[in-house]
């Protein structure tokens, strides 16, 4: 047995070899050591880093999307579907522009607790507020903690300072300042009637370390129902693109847990096997794609909720089965070398990932299909709530030159660049 797994490394290595000498291999980025698959193998090949969803999922889900919208919309998103097809992969390009960008796209909920999650603020404002630590600096030199989870105000005062948070604090959210006005703070502590006497004051934000997927939906909801009030073609694009990105991670289940790759559980690479590998292989193939027409959501917000849940009740069977599987699968016919979009790369054998297919029982698919509807169902709900406007006359909007630049610039540093944050398939 042991001379049979011998023999098949080397006939590998020699397909290998030989597809290197036809057509020089591209290889993508190679994972951190802390990251990469356990191969069971020697292959001398770096095991290829998937984006969420994998560029072709994301690109299908907005590109389908389209095709489920009424007359009245789909007279301006048809001429566009190929903006929103290419540009459904941006978000993950700017998880190498920027730091904000990453924790858009997962939220962690067992770090929150258990189900129903009751304690878990559903509003962003309540969320940061209570996952915010407000510190001061004495003249002595002195830094105390004065509100936070470890100091929490009294019921009385949460409402004014609910108010002062939201005018102080959450302005510099995204401008990576964290150094608070005293002069502000100062007042408030006034009105409270505190004695301190800060020098300097500053925050220190634990949300967004274990993701704020949630709150960024209901956040894209509001920002497409405006650019369809105000008729603004381009940023409609724009937004639609992004939020059929957001809508769709909320559907996979590692976008809502710790054990995001099976860091945890000996189950390193499992993120991109479920939600890259699987629908590559098979969803051109034997996916249904007719979800049915949109439909219009009363409570948005909640909807977004109920979304990362669902997922989420999903977490155990993606990594129970996983786990079985590769116990009682032969080890030489787990991972192969394989090319995917012209990049030679280890990942798991096609039979392999026929055989998690069927003991999830088509769940890839059933998620799949779910995020084509609710993104259409988002969208139509935008465009519902904007008044209904018409889309007609509105035409296929021009890029500036700035909007180019930009483009190449994000272009080049994701070709170029380092996830910023935390460095997996999020």
């Known amino acids: 047995m042991h001379r049979l797994f011998i023999a098949r490394i080397v006939v590998l290595s020699l397909i290998f070899i030989g597809l290197c000498a036809l057509r020089p291999a591209r290889f993508s980025k190679p994972l951190p050591a802390s990251a990469t698959i356990p191969l069971h193998t020697d292959y ?27 007359p009245e919309m789909m007279v301006f ?18 998880r190498y522009a920027t730091k904000h960008e990453g924790p858009r796209h997962f939220i962690d909920l067992d770090i929150h607790g258990h189900a129903p999650f009751a304690d878990l603020p559903r509003q962003w404002t309540d969320a940061l507020m209570a996952h915010t630590d ?39 959210f995204y401008q990576d300042e964290t150094e608070l006005n005293v002069d502000s703070l100062q007042t408030f502590l006034d009105f409270m009637g505190r004695k301190e006497r800060p020098k300097s004051a500053f925050y220190q934000e634990h949300l967004s370390e274990h993701g704020t997927l949630p709150w960024n939906l209901q956040r894209m909801q509001r920002q497409l129902t405006e650019a369809f009030r105000q008729r603004d073609g381009r940023r409609i694009l724009k937004l639609a693109s992004d939020f059929g990105h957001y809508i769709g991670d909320a559907h996979v289940p590692l976008h809502t847990t710790s054990n995001y790759n099976g860091q945890k559980t000996e189950q390193h690479g499992i993120h991109g096997f479920w939600e890259s590998r699987i629908p590559e292989l098979f969803a051109d193939d034997s996916y249904d794609y007719f979800v049915g027409k949109p439909e219009y959501v009363e409570r ?48 798991p054998c096609r039979d392999f990932a026929a055989a998690y297919q069927d003991a999830l029982n088509g769940m890839v698919e059933r998620r799949l299909r779910s995020a084509i509807h609710s993104v259409g169902s988002a969208w139509y709900t935008a465009w519902i709530d904007a008044g209904e406007p018409d889309l007609s006359k509105m035409g296929a909007p021009v890029l500036s030159e700035e909007e180019r630049i930009e483009a190449e610039r994000l272009r080049k540093t994701f070709e170029q660049g380092k996830i910023l944050g935390r460095a997996e398939d999020h």
């Open 134 to 172: 407000v510190w001061i600096v004495k003249s002595t030199g002195d830094t105390v903690l004065l509100f936070g989870k470890q100091k929490p105000l009294q019921e009385v005062w949460q409402r004014d300072y609910k108010k002062w948070f939201s005018s102080q604090v959450m302005p510099r």
């Open 44 to 70: 001398p090949v770096p095991v290829n880093q998937s984006p969420d969803w994998g560029f072709f999922a994301h690109k299908r889900i907005n590109r389908l999307a389209v095709l489920t919208l009424p």
């Open 300 to 347: 948005p917000e909640d909807w977004f909720w109920q979304m990362v849940f669902d997922s989420n009740k999903m977490v155990d069977s993606v990594l129970t089965f996983e786990k079985a599987l590769r116990r009682s699968f032969p080890l030489d016919r787990q991972m192969c070398p394989d090319m995917r979009s012209g990049m030679m790369s280890v990942m």
């Open 77 to 94: 998103f048809k001429p566009n579907i190929d903006y929103v097809t290419d540009h459904a992969v941006d978000p993950d390009m700017r």
